[in-house]
């Protein structure tokens, strides 16, 4: 059973972990906390991006010789394949680490990644801490991977003639844009949302092809390394995505009205789509703004 001192480590590690959002695409946001022998706060880190050191490396560095006999505390399981950097299973073995606290296993390593093999090391490995609270960041990406396409957020603006899509001119939108991969423009292009983040070469984006199969796009998007997009699309061109359903949540604008009016001949009133529920609202200069997100699907 985890600790108070390593729920509390496993919680800052949670935090720094989505200071990676979304540059790690199409790596996971992860966050370490390495606690000395002596359980207090030794060194700490996080993932920025792909090709860079993994949060493990981060804090190892950081916490130096105090590591050795100590904790590490990770929002995810730490990796077992050297790839364009070491295997943070064996940088955690090699840093003389006793005990590795886990929120999440990752589960591509199917039982067979670096928990596995930390425990073979004679480390003691403790997974499932805290991992509700690690999924509000790693959720998006655990999503994306079981999916085989990006998370996908439809942002748009109720107005008095109808739909229309979110522009990046409004502060809220222009922060939607921080916290994903790619941005669907009303053009059909797809661009990376903050230029450059992800490292030369790490996304390959393809634009909206005419008669497009929605289904195809974001399958491509994702085998180009995207993990969350967020859709700024008048509703002719979200339609195909949200009948297929690809989208996992909207934004809708709503902009501040008369409080007594009649709606105009054929204006449409829906805020959400077909089968959204709405899960939460946000108060903003000029509009509220409604999230919502697909109903569960129903057996029958
Ligand atoms: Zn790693």
Aim: glycine share 12%; hydrophobic share 40%.
């Amino acid at each position: 059973m985890a600790t108070a001192a390593e729920a509390t480590a496993m919680r800052r590690a949670i935090a720094l972990s989505a200071a990676g959002i979304p540059s790690t695409s199409p790596n996971p946001p992860v966050g370490c906390v390495v606690l000395a022998q002596d359980g207090s706060a030794a060194g700490e880190g996080y993932h920025v991006r792909k090709g860079g050191p993994h949060a493990e490396a981060h804090a190892l560095a950081a916490a130096g010789r105090l590591a050795r006999g100590g904790t590490a505390v990770v929002s995810l399981e730490p990796c077992n394949h050297a790839g364009r950097t070491p295997a943070c299973r064996q940088a955690l073995i090699d840093a003389g680490i006793a005990r590795v606290v886990i929120a999440v296993l990752d589960p591509t390593s199917r039982g067979e990644g670096g928990a596995a093999r930390l425990r073979q090391a004679g480390l003691d490995v403790e997974a499932g801490v805290l991992a509700a609270e690690a999924r509000v960041v790693l959720g998006p990406w655990l999503d994306s991977l079981e999916r085989q396409r990006p998370a996908t957020t439809w942002a748009y603006v109720i107005g008095p003639a109808g739909i229309d899509a979110a522009s990046e001119a409004m502060d809220d939108v222009r922060a939607l844009t921080l916290g994903c991969d790619a941005v669907l423009h009303p053009d059909g292009s797809v661009r990376e949302a903050q230029p450059g983040s992800h490292g030369a070469g790490t996304l390959t984006l393809t634009g909206l092809p005419p008669a497009p199969d929605p289904r195809d796009l974001t399958r491509m998007l994702y085998q180009g390394g995207v993990r969350r997009l967020l859709l700024l699309a008048h509703p002719a061109a979200a339609e195909p995505f949200t009948a297929a359903g690809l989208i996992d949540r909207v934004y809708a604008y709503l902009p501040d009205r008369d409080p007594s009016r009649s709606p105009g001949n054929g204006e449409q009133t829906a805020v959400t789509p077909p089968r959204f529920t709405i899960t939460g609202v946000k108060r903003l200069e000029g509009y509220v703004r409604i999230e919502a997100v697909p109903m569960p699907e129903i057996c029958s």
